[in-house]
């Protein structure tokens, strides 16, 4: 965005490091235990607050954005606790919700501009700034339109170009991709990204979809039943044990017999072969494809996919 951040004062409770740090967070609707002392930090980069529907994310969400106070336990978003930091924190988060309730007669511009002067823009700033926004969410030519007569994959777009017109450090995305089907799925997680990367801004995307997590964070936290059950950057998370992937195009078996014979520990899968650990591995599965005139695939070291960790398949 070109025009640059409403300024903030420094706060004398201001933290440096992380961007989000939550340690034994409770929030409880009335006998319900929405969050059971969640746990969690957050840095900076796009993370991905993945869990199943119920699990707490939205809760934790409104949490951060200070809609809610919790009933136990400490939160700190950009070094303020949301609890107490009032009008000053609407200049530096963007929000996007999950629901699509948005005000049919208002043209998308309008809609824009509006919630950038609710976060503190002078009218003026907030206009340049939507209209900004739209353009960059790919919505320039349709940003006079009424919010009413878009589709969903448009009206998810007006939120993330109202979460970003202000400037701010921090964007909370509730499901950006609910209702949209697998090429707005795929465009709309394009954009993400490029807006985190280049823009340098801090993103927390809550969604139940693993593939879209694996596609564009950084960083996971995995929540389920109000608690934080596994966190950290992806490349850490997925770490899986030492050894190599083969697939092959066929006699997966007769590969794995021969690579055996050479005292490596192989376990099939169809066309695929999992490896331990071993020195030379690459060597002796190179050596046996090219005897037995085989078709190579795939050959890379052993990981977990976000499913196996999700699932709990890795231990």
């Keep these: 965005m ?13 933290i440096s490091g992380g961007v989000i740090s939550a340690r034994d967070v409770v929030k409880r609707f009335g006998r319900t235990v929405a969050l059971a002392g969640l746990t969690a930090d957050i840095g900076p980069g796009i993370t991905g607050l993945l869990g199943s529907n119920g699990a707490g994310k939205t809760t934790f969400m409104s949490l951060m954005l200070g809609l809610r106070k919790r009933d136990g336990g400490e939160l700190t978003v950009l070094g303020r606790d949301p609890a107490n930091a009032g009008i000053e924190m609407r200049s530096r988060i963007g929000y996007a919700p999950e629901h699509h309730e948005l005000p049919a007669e208002l043209a998308a511009s309008e809609f824009v501009r509006h919630l950038a002067e609710m976060h503190l823009l002078p009218r003026r700033a907030a206009m340049q700034r939507a209209n900004e926004a739209l353009w960059l969410v790919g919505l320039g030519e349709e940003r006079f339109r009424p919010v009413g007569t878009m589709s969903t994959g448009q009206r998810q777009r007006v939120k993330l170009a109202a979460a970003i017109a202000h400037d701010p450090e921090l964007v909370l995305l509730d499901e950006p991709t609910d209702g949209l089907d697998p090429i707005q799925r795929t465009t709309m997680l394009d954009l993400i990204r490029r807006i985190g990367t ?20 950084d960083a996971v936290v995995i929540v ?24 092959v195009d066929d006699r997966a078996e007769e590969l794995a017999a021969m690579l055996r014979a050479g005292g490596l520990d192989v376990t099939v899968d169809g066309s695929v ?21 085989l078709g190579l695939r795939r050959l890379e070291p052993r990981g977990r996919t976000l499913e196996d960790v999700y699932m709990g398949t890795d231990e």
């Design 273 to 293: 072969l999992l490896l331990g650990a071993a020195e030379d591995a690459h060597v002796a599965v190179r050596d046996a494809v090219a005897d037995l005139a």
């Design 2 to 14: 070109s025009v640059s951040p409403v300024a903030t004062d420094p706060t004398p409770d201001a």
């Design 198 to 217: 280049e823009f340098g801004l801090h993103i927390v995307v809550s969604s139940h979809h693993l593939e879209e997590v694996e596609r564009i964070c």
């Design 224 to 247: 389920e039943d109000g608690v934080v059950v596994r966190a950290g950057a992806l490349a850490d998370v997925r770490r899986g044990p030492e050894g190599l992937v083969v697939e």
